[in-house]
């Protein structure tokens, strides 16, 4: 029988268009090892990883009539050169050209009539780094089934990839008659079941929470109990809750991670790095807020949805993950930079106090692979769930190894992820901690937000704010 998507991937597919593409990306930036990085070396590596994760030679068939959620089908014309492409910058390539190339790639809906996924090699940057952009879109990244292509394609050792033996074939595509007997199929076996699914994602949010129901009634509490609080009380109104165009701009900002282990270092033990992250930017958004003119009261918040890693698997090596929703309200109107952090940081208590099992970081980077991507798309898929209404913004942090990591022998140097916007939302935040590094992805409406790049300035001077203050009291 047919792998059938579920209410909820399927409604990701429903309610994706121009203006809202449902995909979730990265920007691995490497430094070229003595041998050089060929487009070839690039389709020989994913080649190889992808027969490991067939999902990423399916495509979605729609059932005659959309009678249930569509199923994963092999493509029997799967052509691997049509998703990994090459591109190039003008030689030396900036920082802003890499990010204008990555605003107009991932602002353009993938193809539903092949596997949702596409990879670019991206040359000539300079110094004669190279650039590995991803496109995966949500519904093919649940963690279990099929984990994001950026995740596939890097190791913690050089030249670890072995050649394997091409022996895939495309299974038959089902014709419509049997696409029809596998729902008559599903009515008689599971009819509770088929309900579900031909409301075609109808409270999807409420969905994410059974899910969660099912790794632990503690976890599920805590997640229900953290959607009503946000439903009882609207997000507060925002000039990043607008309508949203179809193109993008993208943003990249790197910073030191040791700078937010010296400040939670100088704080009380209830505070985290993750705390640090998030006081920043509250720090970053008052500055914006403010050089753009707005009216910023003391007591004016921005509300972030920050999804929380839940563990699904019993051992280590399996990224059976959940994410569970987090709302926090960032006191952009505190003007002290120390005060926000505080109060973020008790915000931050109440949600782990209230029964949540959040992974820690030590426990996330030690997964197996580079875990970070698909832990972005879990969270991206849980934002994309949830009602618009519930928080203005979407913050994913997701803790990585702090070791190199190669696709073939050359090494990563940066990891910077990208955040789809839901709809009549500017903006989303993701960032990842990577050897030594904050890398954060500030993707956001072209139009709507032309100024960007002044957050992206923001972040490192709501950085530096709050180690100034730390200094001053020291």
Sequence with gaps: MADRLSALDASFLYLQDRTTPMHVGSVMIFDPPDGGFEYENLVSLVSNRIAYVPRYRQKVRQVPGRLLPPVWVDDGGFDVSYHVRRAALPRPGSTAQLEEFVARVQARVLDATRP?????????????????????????????????????????????DQPVPHTWRASRTPSELELLLGVAVDVVRRPTRVVELARGGVSAASGEVCRIARRGTATAAAAAGAIAKATARPAPSSPLNRSVGVHRRFVMVSTPLADYRRIRASCEERVTVHDVVLATIAGALRGWLLARGEAVDATETVRVLVPLSVRGGQAAEQLDEEVMPAFVDLPVGEPRPMMRLHQIAFAMQQQLESGSAAVDAASIAGLAGFAPPTLHSLGARLGNAMSRRMFNLVVTNVPGPQQPLYAGEAPMVESYPVIPLPKGQTLAIGLTSYNGRVDFGLNADRDQMPDVDLLGQCVTDALTELLDEMEARA
Excluded: C, M, N
């Design 116 to 160: 949702l996924w596409e990879l670019y090699l991206v040359e000539g940057l300079e110094g004669g780094r190279f650039a590995i952009v991803t496109k995966s879109h949500v519904a093919l990244v649940d963690g279990i089934h099929a984990i994001d292509i950026g995740q596939i394609i890097v190791d913690p050792e050089a030249g670890r």
